[in-house]
């Protein structure tokens, strides 16, 4: 339940999150660790909604007051910043707070997503391409295409997201709080034979790993102290999340995590979108090589899905690959929105595009063709060359 306290160790307490039913009522929750080293208290991503505060206060409560505190946020995710706020209310000598550069500019989630929504309607139209709440997504698309005749796409694309954000509310980045992590010294750390550009907090207590795949700002946190891994956002199933996600950067870093897990140096793995906790070296590796292979899986099956046509719009590739029979596309199905917060549209576009798919024709209607294929581009070029 959101806000339950499951006591990992003497110091450390994870705070459950929620990933709902439905995505269209309710918000998902980011889970939220809170660690005592010492005489430092250390409070990792800060959750949404007013259960989950709660949860976090008692967590707090239970840790004592401490000399230090620091807020750590990995990323600036909506679902993962909104009780930054309460580094004002914990009682502390010494407070900081940290969030990696670009996730400056993503702290208010309606322009940033509005941005975001703004890049894939190049592609297609993200509106309609969830599939579930059809009806009301199509109104939503007519009443941004009626706003966008007077303040343009990108601007009538962002008065729509206050709707989709107010379930988050109270939302309190603390944005005058922040330190980007990149004003500490980075360093290299080492984990068995793995390297990590990062930092590290407190008397070796907190490892803060550079990562930014699923997002430009994201970090894990690694706890020596108990062989600790928090991925955040990193293992969450659907990747290329968004268009500023980056699939390369997120499997070489899951492979690092995979490498970690299997020399024994992680005890325990717990992330943002997991309810639960993953213990032990063999569980942990199959929940890392399962992200990664059906990752693998599915970019297999869009190539197939293009290979068997060139020049599909996203619409058409959705629609063909849900025709297979094919346990990960079954998975994938069942994740995408409602369940989580992206269309498994989105997915396919960011794939395509990293996958080296070129993309040509009308916006909101372009077709995906095969890097050399006769649609245009090169070979057109070359053709035409060849004429005259
Ligand atoms: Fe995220
Ligand atoms: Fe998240």
């Given amino acids: 339940m959101i806000g339950d306290i499951d006591r990992l160790f003497d110091n450390l307490w994870f705070v459950v999150g929620e990933m709902p039913e439905d995505l269209n009522k309710k918000p998902d929750i980011a889970n939220v660790l809170v660690y005592c080293a010492g005489d430092r208290l ?107 005749l007077f303040v343009g796409q990108e601007r009538a694309m962002t008065m729509l997201m206050p709707n989709v954000f107010k379930k988050f509310e109270p939302i309190h980045p603390s944005r005058e709080t922040i330190q980007p992590y990149e004003t500490l010294l980075k360093r290299e750390l080492r984990v068995g034979n793995v390297t990590w550009s990062g930092w590290v907090l407190g008397d070796d207590a907190v490892w803060v790993l550079e990562e930014r795949g699923h997002s430009p700002d994201e970090v894990l946190f690694y706890v020596p102290e108990h062989r600790l891994l928090h991925t955040a956002d990193l293992t969450f199933e659907l990747f290329p999340t968004w268009p500023d996600s980056n699939s390369q950067v997120t499997r070489e870093a899951l492979h690092k995590c995979l490498a970690m897990a299997r020399a024994g140096q992680v005890q325990v793995l717990t992330d943002s979108h997991h309810h639960q906790v993953y213990r032990g070296q063999s569980d942990i590796v199959a929940f890392l090589d399962t992200l990664l292979s059906d990752h693998e899986r599915f970019r297999e099956v869009l190539a197939q899905v293009m290979d068997e046509q060139d020049g599909l ?76």
């Fill in 313 to 388: 719009t996203v619409g058409q590739v959705y629609a063909r690959v849900r025709e297979r029979d094919d346990p990960v596309v079954r998975k994938y199905l069942a994740c995408e929105f409602p369940h989580t917060p992206p269309s498994l549209q989105a997915v396919i576009v960011a794939s395509l595009l990293e996958m080296g798919y070129q993309a040509r024709g009308p916006q909101r209607r372009k077709r995906f063709f095969r890097p050399g294929s006769d649609q245009g581009g090169w070979n057109v070029a070359r053709k035409q060359i060849e004429a005259a």
């Fill in 42 to 148: 250390y409070l990792m991503d800060s959750g949404v909604g007013l259960q989950m505060r709660a949860g976090i206060e008692r967590a707090l409560q239970e840790a004592g007051t401490a000399r230090s505190f620091t807020l750590l946020n990995s990323h600036a995710h909506a679902d993962h910043i909104c009780h930054n706020d309460l580094i004002h209310t914990v009682p502390a000598a010494e407070k900081h707070h940290y969030l990696a550069e670009p996730g400056l500019e993503m702290l208010d989630p309606c322009a940033y997503f509005g941005q975001l929504f703004h890049q894939m309607s190049e592609y297609y139209d993200p509106l309609t391409g969830y599939q579930a709440y059809r009806l009301k997504y199509r109104l939503a698309g007519l009443l941004r295409d009626t706003l966008a």
